[in-house]
T-cell receptor, first 114, second 112 residues
Framework: GENVEQHPSTLSVQEGDSAVIKCTYS??????FPWYKQELGKRPQLIID?????GEKKDQRIAVTLNKTAKHFSLHITETQPEDSAVYFC?????????????FGTGTSLTVIP | NAGVTQTPKFQVLKTGQSMTLQCAQD?????MYWYRQDPGMGLRLIYY???????DKGEVPNGYNVSRLNKREFSLRLESAAPSQTSVYFC???????????FGEGSWLTVV
């Protein structure tokens, strides 16, 4: 099955700096890569996603890049703000004859220091 | 439009007791999932249902059973709870290939 690795597990940045979180995956059949933000005590919520036919996607201060050859994808947050502090999860999704499966990384705890 | 709704939100069980976590979605999604979340281990798939009438084991199915009651509802049952099942449980749903997964608010379960 798919194996998703995520690094770093914790990340502290000064407000206004950029944050980068990296994930690798093992199954070349994976074709959809969402990123989720989870605040303390809340559910994971989608912040951005990318499909395998796209190399980069941006949404305001958030961007995701995908390198299919190397099987890695990254989340970039620019001009970080204290409200960006949360746990971020990457995921890789594969569609098979048994359904749409999602495999998650172990999470990155981001702290933005005011 | 409530999205994914799961109950109960909090539960304390004694070892050996049984309980069922209920989940319902109103987005007409085909696929539904149960995950557990433990510190440092991310979200691990317990069971999933690709469509009404089908269920399959995920990464950590031992000690659990599921029922896809209809397209909207997917329940998770602990037959004989163990302290190792203390966790936060998330139900989720997805429309299908290339579509994202939406989570319920979570159920905090403690087994003593």
């Amino acid at each position: 099955g798919e194996n998703v690795e995520q690094h770093p597990s914790t990340l502290s940045v000064q407000e206004g700096d950029s944050a980068v979180i990296k994930c690798t995956y093992s199954d070349s059949a994976s074709n959809y890569f969402p990123w989720y933000k989870q605040e303390l005590g809340k559910r994971p919520q989608l912040i951005i996603d990318i499909r395998s036919n796209v190399g980069e996607k941006k949404d305001q201060r958030i961007a995701v890049t995908l390198n299919k050859t190397a099987k890695h994808f990254s989340l970039h947050i620019t001009e970080t703000q204290p409200e960006d502090s949360a746990v971020y999860f990457c995921a890789a999704s594969t569609w098979s004859n048994t359904g749409n499966q999602f495999y998650f990384g172990t999470g990155t705890s981001l702290t933005v220091i005011p | 439009n409530a999205g994914v709704t799961q109950t109960p939100k909090f539960q304390v069980l004694k070892t050996g007791q049984s309980m069922t976590l209920q989940c319902a979605q109103d987005m007409n999604h085909n696929s539904m999932y149960w995950y557990r979340q433990d510190p440092g281990m991310g979200l691990r798939l317990i069971y999933y249902s690709a469509s009404e009438g089908t269920t399959d084991k995920g990464e950590v199915p031992n000690g659990y059973n599921v029922s896809r009651l209809n397209k909207r509802e997917f329940s998770l049952r602990l037959e004989s709870a163990a302290p190792s099942q203390t966790s936060v449980y998330f139900c989720a749903s997805s429309q299908g290939a290339g579509n994202t997964i939406y989570f319920g608010e979570g159920s905090w379960l403690t087994v003593v």
